[in-house]
């Protein structure tokens, strides 16, 4: 079979990293990022959250960008042409499916977060969080939340914008927004954390993020960072694989995934020294959960110079970096509906917007009218995060490693990565051994059935992966043919 002809590319040669980065810098790193490290405790976390980027996201980016490309579709398309190409069973097309439905969910409730970050910007204009004090801030988020009608007016407003530039097309409109857009968001982080510095608390906010206590390296906070690699990189969600679709031959996979995985995490890195040391200048607790940025950065903003107009521009970036990332969830189930079924991309956004409307609507209630609403003992919102974040991802992860690791003949993966011999051989070895066991053993503590924290007794997932590596290096070319050129 002949390697698929691409049907959209990438405006220009630095289109697919824009986009790319455009979907991983987000909410992700502004908001879930410093409140998850609050929440698990500092330093630790932050330490897990880069291992798991180094050892698992960007192998599996690298992957996801290759199998989209070669199969130049959505990802249920991609999957499934790559696997008619390169050996596989046509059933591998569910990774794509589960990889889209946890794009769509996630986005219901990424809506919500969004519309903070809008509304917030607004509220920076109108004076409604000036001379708040830390508690006066906290009302603030809670009245907000309280209300429904502001809440789900601003999740719809950004529910609206999304499907308009969606049905469009987003190779203009994200390009476009994200040339200017990313190193505005970075010279305001730059300025913040600045401010950070001279806060009184800088200190305590670097230690807490940047020296840990081995007590806290447990499996619960583990599978808390494996789930945010995913959810922060954009992997297993359709987003990575059909933005990879768009890039032209020729362009290395390889650099790319890195410049988007090394951008990403400085900006969550940055996010964090920004928030911290504010937090512990101003008496805060690290663990407020979800509100931490909406309570404690209007904090900065009232006592730094100019800081009205910085804190309008700052929740306006941040709004912008939100919706190129709210796209990005989308664009799979838009590009799949006007690919198979011929729909148009805009008939494609409004029948998906429908849906999307109506679940974010009902996660948005989850703040107020529908608190006690529960699904699994949890509201619809956290619903929505957990079992995306902490499951759905992970397992797309896996299942895409076990995919390329064993199943696709050997060239199709060289082909795409184009790595020297060596580097072709790391990341086989991390797609084939390291990613699957240190996920499943995450997977597997977390349903209860390891029955020890396979932090706290490392050497289990050590030897799991060398066994693993034993008998996969022993049986692997004679069980599966994909293997036998390697
Ligand atoms: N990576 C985005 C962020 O950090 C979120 C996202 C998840 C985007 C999944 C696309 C797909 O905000």
Redesign the pocket.
């Known amino acids: 079979m002949t390697r698929e002809k691409p049907k959209n590319l990438w405006l220009s040669r630095w289109g697919f990293v824009l986009a790319a980065t455009g ?7 502004i ?2 990022f410093p409140y998850i490290t609050g929440e698990y405790g500092g330093g630790a976390f932050v330490l897990m959250y880069l291992a798991c980027i180094l050892a698992i996201g960007i192998p599996v980016m690298m992957t996801e960008i290759a199998i989209g490309r070669r199969g130049r579709g959505s990802p249920i398309d991609a999957i499934s042409r790559v696997v008619r190409e390169g050996g596989g069973h046509p059933a591998w097309k569910a990774v794509g499916s589960m990889a889209m439905l ?2 769509f969910m ?1 986005l219901c409730f ?1 809506v919500v977060v969004a519309g903070w970050a809008f509304a917030y910007t607004w509220k920076m204009l109108d004076g409604s969080l000036a001379a708040s004090s830390v508690e006066g801030l906290a009302q603030v988020f809670e009245a907000h939340n309280a209300n429904p009608w502001a809440l789900g007016g601003w999740s719809v407003l950004v529910a609206l914008l999304t499907l308009w530039i969606v049905g469009k097309g987003v190779q203009a409109g994200v390009e476009r927004a994200f040339r200017w857009m990313m190193p505005g968001l970075a010279v305001m982080l730059l300025i913040l954390v600045g401010y950070a510095f001279t806060s009184g608390g800088f200190d305590r906010g670097f230690a807490f993020l940047f020296s840990f206590d081995t007590s806290k390296l447990t499996g619960e906070a583990l599978l808390a960072a494996l789930g945010h690699a ?6 297993a ?4 694989l059909t933005y990879g679709s768009y890039i032209p031959d020729g362009q290395s996979i390889v650099r790319t995934s890195f410049m988007v995985a090394i951008i ?1 995490t400085c900006v969550a890195l940055l996010a964090g020294l920004a928030i911290f040391p504010i937090i512990f200048a101003n008496g805060m607790d690290p663990s407020a959960g979800p509100g931490l940025i909406f309570m404690s950065l209007p904090l900065a903003f009232q006592q730094m110079p100019f800081g009205t107009a910085f804190g309008v521009l700052f929740f306006a970036m941040v709004s912008i ?2 919706l190129t ?2 796209i ?2 989308i664009e799979a189930t838009v590009a799949y509906l006007n690919e198979k079924h011929g729909v148009s991309r805009t008939k494609a956004a409004i029948g998906s917007g429908a849906v999307l409307l109506t679940i974010s609507l009902l996660a948005m209630l989850s703040f107020n009218v529908g608190a006690d609403w529960k699904l699994f003992g949890t509201t619809l919102f956290d619903a929505l995060d957990y079992l ?1 974040s902490r499951w759905m ?1 992970p397992l797309g992860g896996i299942l895409m490693s076990v995919l390329a690791g064993y199943c696709l003949r050997a060239e199709i993966m060289r082909d795409e990565l184009d790595l020297p011999p060596l580097g072709h051989a790391l990341w086989l070895y991390m797609v084939s051994y390291v990613c699957p066991v240190l996920i499943l053993m995450v997977f597997l503590h977390a349903l209860g059935w390891l029955g020890f924290d396979p932090l706290q007794r490392w050497y289990w997932i050590a030897g799991g992966i060398g066994l693993l590596t034993v008998l996969g290096e022993a049986l692997r070319p004679r069980v599966m043919p994909a293997l036998a050129d390697r």
């Open positions: 979907s991983a810098v987000g909410l992700g790193n908001w879930k946890a794009g996630i990424y995913f959810f922060t990189l954009s992997l969600s359709g987003a990575i990403d970096a939100a990332s709210a990005s969830m995306t991802m």
